[in-house]
Nanobody, 122 residues
Framework: QVQLQESGPGLVKPSQTLSLTCTVS??????????WSWIRQPPGKGLEWIGC???????YYSPSLKSRTSISRDTSKNQFTLQLSSVTPEDTAVYYC??????????????WGQGTQVTVSS
């Protein structure tokens, strides 16, 4: 019954930082042994995993985005956040938060938010 909800600005200017928050209900982001991920889907393209934060607070990032990505959490609010810096129009996508329930290297995202559209444009 876990539910996830993304929130944040839908429009970001080039070179600025994209910031999104995922609010989780029905389950704790500190529960063993789940991982909480950010995933995006550009228009007409497939899903791309951005990174995640583990139940322990450890973070992991896609190599292609690691230099621009920061994921953090606020356990008191049961939220985790995404910050993607120096954005370009190529970062325009629907952004999702999701829970990885696999407990393995290959993820299995059983719970997803609805997604939020983020457009990078001047």
């Amino acid at each position: 019954q876990v539910q996830l909800q993304e929130s944040g600005p839908g429009l970001v200017k080039p070179s600025q930082t994209l910031s999104l928050t995922c609010t989780v209900s029905g389950g704790s982001i500190t529960t063993n042994y789940y991982y909480w991920s950010w995933i995006r889907q550009p228009p007409g393209k497939g899903l791309e995993w951005i990174g995640c934060i583990a139940y322990s607070g450890s973070t992991y990032y896609s190599p292609s985005l690691k230099s621009r990505t920061s994921i953090s959490r606020d356990t008191s609010k049961n939220q985790f956040t995404l910050q993607l810096s120096s954005v370009t129009p190529e970062d325009t996508a629907v952004y999702y938060c999701a829970r990885d329930e696999s407990g393995a290297v290959v993820a299995a995202f059983g719970s997803w938010g609805q997604g939020t559209q983020v457009t990078v444009s001047s």
